[in-house]
């Protein structure tokens, strides 16, 4: 870095360094990992442009920068994301919680306040940000939380002790719902959906540095929530319900595997805050099949 190590110089060359990387938000970028560096808000930074940078503070900064001119995501690099207004600790053991999945939290947030629906299991995840947050904005409920990375696991049981939650959330490891000890009453989950297709079309961000177990969702995306349509309706208690994430182009395939499963279902998709089909919601999925009763999928 040349000139005077001001926090407006290092900025500065922080911002330039990172559009030669063809970043998409350089001066952000180099804001929020400045203020990392420092131990301070990003107001405070633009609060006091001329303080100098001591040397160790600048050798951390550029070090930073240097990660994320490899296009390494700024969250892993922070060890940090937000979700539904809580911070969540990240690396690169886990998938980075998306804005999307807020909506998949809402809508269980009010099925489980609407149903009184208290044991839930969150499959899939990752660091926690699905089960953490219903945990804290559902105090009456239990979540059994799985994965089948051990690894993922790890970053999940940090993230129930940075909430407080440890106590209602069971981290379970293993495939989608087996291992539940008991049926729940809402299954919530936003498992891995992207295609060999969309894969190739991934930005290095996603494909060099999120777990790829954490995304692949086979050939056609639909691999696991295949499998969990066909396990669902051994884990619910009757009258339960599911919420599934899915990729924008998926529903009408989902819509066709929920009513294989289910076929007295209603079908109802809700769509994300950008008009794309991301959720879809089964109702009433419980034993569906053996009793032959009235089967609801709803799509939002
Ligand atoms: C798309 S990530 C979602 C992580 C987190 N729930 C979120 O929304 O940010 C999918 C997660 O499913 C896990 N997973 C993949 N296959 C699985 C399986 N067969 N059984 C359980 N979990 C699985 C991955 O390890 C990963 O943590």
Known sequence: MKGEA????????????????????????????????????????????????????????????????????????????????????????????????????????????????????DVGTGCGAIAVSLAVHLPQALVYATDASPAALEVAVCNCRRHGVEDRVRLLH??????????????????????????????????????REALNGGRDGLDHIRRLLAQAGRYLKPGGVVLLEIGATQGPAVVALARHHFPAARVEIAQDYAGLDRIVMVKGAGEQRSRGADMEVVWF
């Not at 919530?188 to 959906?193: C, D, H, K, R, S």
């Open 6 to 121: 001001t926090l407006q110089n290092a900025l500065h060359w922080g911002e330039q360094n990172l559009t030669q990387s063809a970043l998409d938000s350089p001066r952000l970028d180099a804001e929020i990992l400045l203020a990392h560096a420092l131990g301070m808000t990003i107001t405070q930074l633009h609060a006091h442009p001329q303080s100098q940078l001591s040397s160790a503070a600048l050798a951390f900064y550029l070090q930073l920068i240097e990660r994320r001119a490899r296009h390494e995501p700024v969250a892993y690099i922070v060890g940090q994301k937000e979700f539904y207004g809580l911070d969540f600790f990240v690396d690169n053991r886990v998938l980075i919680p998306r804005p999307e999945t807020e909506l998949l939290v809402e809508l269980s947030v009010e099925m489980a306040q609407a149903r009184s629906l208290r044991l839930i299991a």
């Open 174 to 211: 293993g495939h989608l719902l087996e291992p539940l000890p008991e049926p729940v009453d809402l299954i919530v989950a936003n498992l891995p959906y992207v295609s060999q297709a969309e894969w190739a079309q991934l930005p290095p961000e996603i494909s060099r540095y999120e777990p």
